[in-house]
Each structure stands twice: as structure tokens, then as C-alpha cells.
């Protein structure tokens, strides 16, 4: 390969599995022409989390899986190197893909106690086994970010939680577990998003800490994944004035974080990759189309993911760098494609999604993680209501066909009610409809992950729950992040708690199980979680 045709190969630009044939057609012509390295796969354009600020309707495809197969096939067959294909795919393809087998939250896997660790691992193989099903083999994840600011707006949900040891622990077993069926991995975002509380894809976070401090804590998972010898270390769009002489430079454009603290101090050698270069914290920093590209590069970024400017970015780090510095970047890449076997032609998906396989891993999961925080006789309780015909059951955000009630109905009969939005002349009518009931089951399925605007429970629905767990004796079975719980109001005055994360089928099963059987729940909260833990 000639030097222009190696940098070609640094560049990871975004394709969307639902795009116009014309987009496609231009990715194939930047394929042939530029020899780039490998491809990012998103949903569509509207699903892009820049775009979550335009409110651009997501169109949801059922054919995804199947289109993002051919793509795979096709932008291969026009590659005069066989492309690395990426994929964001935290907790599993599903992140991405409809259709597609959906594996617990990170914060999910981070209650379950460290003797299951292996259930982590599990989850790493079967989300690689997934991604070579499409033809992909590089995730970027996990996270190594320890969530230690409750107000973090972009990670929370997405990271271990905030014990530094299992955070660095669990990444290491899911990263084996890819490993193992021949996917790679990638720790990000360095050097530690967790305690911040800007969103990086709509601005720049700063994270204050001295070196000393992230040495002790946010360092701490990238230091094992190093000495672990990690596939991929991502660089976050977040600032570090400490280690910049105090200005409020990314992460991503900064030499003194990439090449002075990631590779001479923390002596890593492997394939460093920019977060989304598209993000706004970074996208708009230069007029000159290439120079974004050609900052990250020379900060010390090898692969440049989600890059916008193709054939600028190649001239400019053509025109600026040294030889020396592009043939590390393309041995570095070049290793990686050998690991994952694409050098070989073995570039087509492999094997099958398994559906039963995810849905077994998930009961597992379930039984180890589920939480509980308080108990109060929550079983003995529920069952005298029962036969003293004062027991409902209440739903919120999800109808009364639910699993957890369906589960409960035969051993634990008893009037049910759903409350699906905050409607207040349907809350009035719920109220008079309960007034004779004194015990609740009240299962609250969290509507979104995300804690933007009190994860869209709305206020209607906590000023109801407030005046329910006055005069109710309530237990509270919360599906969705254990973040919710600092939200809801008056909690301390429920008769039990019980954190279940996630609203799979398999732990609305096991929850109902728990509570007919009052069996022990393994689990412990992963985050500190203000009034409740701390």
C-alpha cells in the first residue's frame, strides 16, 4: 500500500443500516477510492444521538437484522481491504438492531455478586456471537466508566456502577467473553466519563480531578484492561484541564492524554479510537474540512471513528504526519484485523442468532441480580390482604397484561389496575377505584433509562405514588435504572422495595417468583442512591 492508501485505513466513517440507496452507493465509492479501514453501523440517521435534540422520528424497520446483513456482504465485496466492521452494541445488537437479542443494562450486570461474575462473561460471548452472525467483529464496549456522579446525563445505565474493582472486573469477563468467540472489544471512554454532567454528544463535560485522583479511581479499569492487553482503548470527548495545563481541551485533540498519560505512563500499545468524531463537543471546533480529522490523528488517535471528512482528513494527515507515525497507527489496526480473522476472507456473517440461548442467560441474570432494599414482611403481608379481599395489584407505564401480574394471578388472585400515562382525571378515577383496597403491589415500569426529565415519569404519576404510599401499605417492585428510585417521593413509607432493572419478560417472571416464594434476592445496588443507600 502506498502512505495515502495506509491512512485510508484510520478512517471508521458512520453508515446507516436504514439509508438510501444513494447514501450507500457513496459509501461503496469511498470504500474503492479511499481504501478506508472499516465502517460504523448505526440504525438510521434519525437514531444518531446528535439528532436527539432535533426530535427526528425514528422509522423502525423489522427487516433490519436481515439488511444489515446484505450491507455487511456488499460494502466487502467493493473493499480492496477487508473492513473492520464496528458496531456499538452495549447490550447487544439490539442497541442498534430491532429484532435482535437484548441483553441486560450494564448497571443491571453490575448488582449481580461478583461470584457470578461468569454471567458477565456469558453475556460477552453471546453478544459476540450475535455480532458475527451480522459480520461484525469489534464492539465498541463496554464501558470502563465508573458512574459516580448520579446526574451524569449520557452514562448512568450504561456503566458497571461506581466500585471501581467490579467495574474494572466485569468489563474484563464481558471483553473475554467476545474475545473468546472472536470479536474484539474496546474500553471506553478514557480517561473516565462517569463523574460528569454534560452529555458529550451535545457538548463538551470537564472533569476536574488531578492526575493523582484518576490514578486512585476513573484510571483505575483502563489500567486493568492494559495490563489485560485490551484490543481497543476509545478516547472521550471530554475535557481535563489538569492534564492540559489547564485548559478545557477534548480528550480526543489532546497529545498529553493520549501519547503522554495512555501511552508512556499507562504504557499502552494497542489501537487507541476517537469517540464519534461527529459529536458536538468536537464536530464544530474547526471551519477547514480534514483539520478535525488530521487534531485527532495527531493527538494520537489511530482509528477515526464516525469521521465525516474523508478525503480532506486523508490529505491533511497525508500533508502533516510523518511516516514514522503512520505506519504505528496501520500495524497497530492491521493486528487488530488479524486477530479477528478478516484477513483471511473470513469477512461473511457466521451462524445464527439464538433467541432461547438469550432468553436462558437473561432468567440466570434475573435470579442473581434483583435487589432488595426494603422488607417488611412483604410476603406474609400481601397474602393476609389477600384472603382479607383488601389486596390489589397497581401497573404503572405498562397494562395490566403484564408478565409480573400474569405470573402472580394464579397463586396471588386480586383486582388489577394500570395507570399508562399521567392523565390527571384517570389518576382521580384510579384513586376512588382503590379506595377500598389498604395493600398494593405496585409495579413501576420506569419508562426511559435515560434520567432526562425524571426518566419521563411524569409529575402527575409521583405526586399520585407520594399520597398512595401515605395511606397504603405499598410494595414497590421498580422495573427500569435504580437512579428512578431517588425520584419517586415519599418512598421511605413503602412497606418493601424491590429493584428488578430491567422489564424482560424473564425478570418479570422471576420477580413474581420472588414474591409468591419470598426467596432471597442476591443482588445489591451497583450505584449509591440518595436516600437509600447512603
Known sequence: ?????????????????????????????????????????????????????????????????????????????????????????????????????????????????????????????????????????????????????????????????????????????????????????????????????????????????????????????????????????????????????????????????????????????????SDALNMHSVSKLYDKKGQLEWEAFNAGNDVLCFAENVAEGIQEILKNASPERIEESFNRLLKCKQKAGILNGNTDPQGNMDFERASILNSKIADNCITKIKDNLNNLTVFEAKNNHKLAKLSLYKNTENIFFKTLSNSLPSPKFALENGDENTIQKLEKDLVNFDTLIVSLFVPKAKQLNNFDIEDSVLSFLKRLFTYKKCVLYVFGNPYALQVIPNIESTLGIIQVYQDFPEFQDCAAHQLLENTECKGTLPVIISGIND
Open 1 to 273: 500500500m502506498t502512505l495515502e492508501q495506509k491512512i485510508g485505513q484510520f478512517f471508521f466513517p458512520a453508515v446507516f443500516i436504514n439509508d438510501t440507496e444513494e447514501n450507500i452507493q457513496e459509501t461503496e465509492r469511498l470504500i474503492k477510492k479511499h481504501n478506508i479501514g472499516g465502517l460504523t453501523f448505526f440504525h438510521s440517521r434519525a437514531s444518531a444521538a446528535t439528532n436527539y435534540e432535533t426530535k427526528k422520528k425514528v422509522t423502525f424497520n423489522d427487516d433490519s437484522y436481515e439488511r444489515l446483513k446484505e450491507l455487511v456482504i456488499r460494502f466487502q465485496k467493493c473493499a480492496p481491504t477487508p473492513l473492520l466492521m464496528s458496531i456499538d452494541a452495549e447490550w447487544g445488537l439490539a442497541m442498534r438492531v430491532e429484532k435482535t437479542p437484548q441483553y441486560p443494562y450494564a448497571i443491571t450486570l453490575g448488582a449481580l455478586p461478583n461470584s457470578a461474575k461468569h454471567l458477565v462473561h456469558e453475556v460477552g460471548k453471546q453478544i459476540g456471537l450475535d455480532l458475527k452472525s451480522a459480520g461484525i467483529h469489534y464492539n465498541l464496549a463496554p464501558l470502563a466508566d465508573i458512574n459516580n456522579n448520579p446526574n451524569n446525563p449520557v452514562i448512568g445505565y450504561r456503566s458497571f456502577g461506581q466500585n471501581k474493582e467490579k467495574v474494572a472486573l466485569f468489563a474484563m469477563e464481558y471483553l473475554r467473553g467476545m474475545n473468546e468467540v472472536g470479536v474484539l472489544g474496546c474500553l471506553k471512554h478514557f480517561p473516565g466519563h462517569g463523574n460528569t454532567s454534560v452529555d458529550s454528544h451535545l457538548g463538551l463535560p470537564v472533569l476536574e480531578e488531578t492526575l493523582e485522583q484518576l490514578m486512585e479511581n476513573e484510571l483505575f479499569p483502563f489500567i486493568k484492561g492494559i495490563e489485560n492487553n485490551v484490543d481497543s482503548i476509545m478516547i472521550g470527548h471530554l475535557a481535563v484541564p489538569a492534564l492540559n495545563e489547564g485548559k478545557n481541551t477534548s480528550a480526543t485533540l489532546s497529545k498529553s492524554i493520549i501519547e503522554d498519560l495512555l501511552r508512556r505512563q499507562l504504557g499502552y500499545d494497542g489501537l487507541v479510537i
